[in-house]
């Protein structure tokens, strides 16, 4: 089991950044893939940005060029760094953990942190 908490969210003006952390407990050997995903009222859950245990990124389109992803394996935690944020990143946004074993293991997810940004 992965216990994930994080940390980070809060009220910003448009224009502003943020960071996101989330950092891992448990069996964190077992951590393949991390990754932010974000639900906004009324929308379906969807992926921000991942990135592997090499490192290798992706991002949707939408946040492509504004957010960066990072992580930091001996310290089980991952991050994400929002810049130029607009309202339409208003969102609540969840940390996401995969076991080299998925998807035979279910996903790890973080309880959320609101990001609101104002126009």
């Known amino acids: 089991q992965v216990q994930l908490v994080e940390s980070g969210g809060g009220l910003v003006q448009a224009g502003g950044s943020l960071r996101l952390s989330c950092a891992a407990s448990?069996?964190?050997?077992?951590?393949?893939?991390m990754g932010w995903y974000r639900q906004a009222p009324g929308k379906q859950r969807e992926l921000v940005a991942s990135?592997?245990?090499?490192?290798?990124?992706t991002y949707a389109d939408s946040v492509k060029g504004r957010f960066a992803i990072s992580r930091d394996n001996a310290k089980a935690t991952v991050y994400l760094q929002m810049n130029s944020l607009k309202p339409e990143d208003t969102a609540v946004y969840y940390c996401?953990?995969?076991?080299?074993?998925?998807?035979?293991?279910?996903?790890?997810w973080g309880q959320g942190t609101q990001v609101t940004v104002s126009s």
């Open positions: 996401n953990m995969k076991t080299w074993r998925w998807p035979l293991e279910p996903d790890n």
């Open positions: 990135i592997s245990r090499g490192g290798s990124t």
């Open positions: 448990g069996s964190t050997l077992r951590i393949d893939a």
